[in-house]
C-alpha cells in the first residue's frame, strides 16, 4: 500500500513541541511520504527536528490555517509526482494528542473515511453529518479527480473561523458525499462527544484526544495511568505552555464533564 500524508501543523511560539514529532513517528511507520506544512515561521533548528521523519518540509506563515497547509501540501506532492502511483492520501493536522494505540487504517475502505463524523453544523440543533478535517484519509479514486484538485485549489483565506469549518470541514463531506461513499470510525448520538466525553472516548478505543481538552479539563490522572511514558511527558511538556483556569474553573468544568459524560453514546466500528 502506498500512502502519502499531508501534515498540516501550527504554533503561535514557532515550535515542533514534543507530542508532534510523536505523531509524525507513529505516522511514518505507515506512510511511504510524509509532507509537512507549517503555517508559522519556523526557525532551522526547529525544521531540524524532521530531517528523519518528512520527506517534504515548508514553514512559513501563509495565513490560510490548516486547509491552506493541506492545500501547499497538496502542491508539493503534484509537483513531486507523489500522488500518481499512491493509493490513500491523508491530511492531518496537529490538534490531537497521540496516537495512544493502532490508527486502525486497515477498517478505513470507503472512498474517504475519518476518524469522527460529527452529526451537527454550525447551526443550533441543524444536522450536518461531516467528518472532522484533523484526519482524512482519501482514497485515489477520489484524490485523482478533477473535483478533488478543485476542492483544495481553490482554499483561500477566511478571517472568521466558521466561514473556515462550514466551507472546507463541513464542505468537504457535503461536496464529495454526493458522488463518493465516505465512513467514520466512530460517531455519538450528540454533537462533538470528542470534546465533551473525551474520557468515555478514550475507553471505546479511541486513539486521539485533542490538544483543547486539556485547556479546560483537567483529566492528567487518567492519561497518567493510560499512556504510555513518552507521549504523558510529551503531552505534559505542551500543556505547560497553556494559560491555565483557576481551580474553581477546573473543579466546574469536570463536574460538568462527569454529568455531560453519562449522556453520550459512543458508536465505532
Not at 133 to 142: D, P, T
Not at 186 to 214: G, H, V, W
Request: positive net charge.
Amino acid at each position: 500500500m502506498n500512502r502519502v500524508c499531508i501534515f498540516a501543523h501550527y504554533d503561535k511560539d514557532n515550535i515542533i513541541d514534543d507530542y508532534v514529532i510523536y505523531y509524525l513517528n507513529a505516522l511514518k511507520k505507515d506512510f511511504n511520504k510524509i509532507i509537512f506544512v507549517s503555517d508559522s515561521d519556523l526557525p532551522k533548528e526547529q525544521t531540524e527536528k524532521l530531517s528523519s521523519i518528512c520527506d517534504y518540509v515548508q514553514a512559513y506563515h501563509h495565513g490560510e490555517y490548516d486547509w491552506g497547509s493541506y492545500k501547499f501540501g497538496y502542491i508539493i506532492a503534484k509537483q513531486n509526482n507523489l500522488l500518481q502511483n499512491a493509493d490513500e492520501l491523508l491530511l492531518c493536522n496537529d490538534s490531537v494528542y497521540g496516537p495512544i494505540s493502532s490508527l486502525k487504517l486497515e477498517k478505513m475502505q470507503a472512498d474517504f473515511n475519518g476518524y469522527y463524523e460529527n452529526k451537527f453544523g454550525l447551526d443550533k440543533g441543524v444536522e450536518e453529518p461531516h467528518l472532522q478535517s484533523w484526519f482524512l484519509l482519501v482514497k485515489k479514486q477520489m484524490f485523482n479527480t478533477p473535483a478533488f484538485d478543485s476542492f483544495l485549489m481553490s482554499i483561500t483565506k477566511f478571517k472568521d473561523k466558521l466561514d473556515i469549518i462550514r466551507n472546507y470541514e463541513i464542505g468537504f463531506t457535503k461536496t464529495f458525499s454526493k458522488d463518493f461513499s465516505y465512513s467514520a470510525l466512530y460517531s455519538s448520538n450528540l454533537s462533538d462527544s470528542i470534546t465533551n466525553a473525551p474520557i468515555q472516548m478514550l475507553e471505546n478505543c479511541f486513539p486521539f484526544i485533542k490538544t483543547r481538552i486539556l485547556r479546560k479539563y483537567n483529566i492528567n490522572k487518567y492519561l497518567k495511568e493510560n499512556l504510555d511514558v513518552e507521549l504523558y511527558n510529551a503531552i505534559q511538556k505542551h500543556s505547560s505552555r497553556f494559560e491555565k483556569p483557576s481551580i474553581f474553573k477546573i473543579i466546574y468544568n469536570n463536574l460538568k464533564l462527569k454529568n455531560k459524560s453519562k449522556k453520550y453514546v459512543i458508536k465505532h466500528l
